[in-house]
């Protein structure tokens, strides 16, 4: 069966894409990306859209990129559906793991749009998503932060054993940054083809949050 990914770039739908594509029932099929109105920034993570589009290059995954507003979001989502439908995709994979308000959302729009909801990732606990991602071979740096929950020298940094034992040591902070504490963007892995090597960033704050603006990068062959 045909599916695409729910697609932001971060650790959990890396996760969920690596899981699905191990799945010999799914065939990994397209990436969805919902960005911005003027086409700049993910909605999800902020990163500017061409560094997605370069992402899914590196892994060889064709990628839907689809505008909106947070108003007409479910709208364009499930517009996106349909274009996908029409090249026989039947389902979509998702990234979450225990937040059932969106697991409430997933499964409506999924059924309102005739297709199956797959979450790979569902009812792990924090450490065993953090876990496989690891130990599966990803490498990803934190893109965005709250600024009241986590400074702007967090960013760029790897999700690494340390890493975690700083989170844990700064306490409320939850380790996949469900709550919006933290976003990140994966740069190599077991499904990639090639490295994204990030080449040029900016830090810079606004609405509240730092963001590791990535302005350049380049490629080179994974080992």
């Known amino acids: 069966m045909k599916a695409f990914i729910s697609w932001s770039g971060g650790k959990e739908t890396m996760l969920s894409c690596y899981k699905a594509m191990k799945d010999k029932n799914i065939e990994v099929a397209g990436l969805l990306n919902m960005i911005s109105e003027d086409g700049i920034h993910s909605r999800s993570h902020g990163i500017r859209a061409k560094i ?4 899914a290059e590196a892994i060889g995954i064709p990628i839907l990129q ?14 996106a559906v349909a274009e996908l439908k029409s090249r026989g995709i039947v389902a979509g994979v998702f990234g979450d793991i225990d937040f059932q308000p969106h697991r409430d959302w997933v499964e409506r729009i999924c059924k309102e749009t005739q297709i199956r909801a797959i979450m790979p990732l569902w009812g792990q606990t924090r450490e065993e998503v953090l876990s496989d991602f690891m130990t599966a071979g990803f490498e990803t740096v934190v893109v965005a932060t709250q600024s009241d929950k986590l400074g702007s020298d967090w960013l760029g940094r790897k999700i690494d054993k340390e890493f975690i034992k700083d989170l844990k040591e700064l306490g409320g902070i939850d380790l996949c940054g469900e709550a919006g504490e933290y976003h990140t ?9 090639k490295r994204v090597i990030l080449t ?24």
Do not use: C
């Open 185 to 193: 963007f994966v740069t190599s892995g077991p499904i990639f083809k």
């Open 200 to 223: 040029k960033m900016n830090k810079i704050n606004r609405d509240k949050h730092w963001f590791l603006d990535i302005l350049n990068y380049e490629f080179s062959q994974t080992n």
């Open 52 to 55: 997605l589009k370069s992402q």
């Open 66 to 79: 689809k505008k909106a507003t947070w108003n007409t979001y479910e709208a364009e989502f499930k517009s």
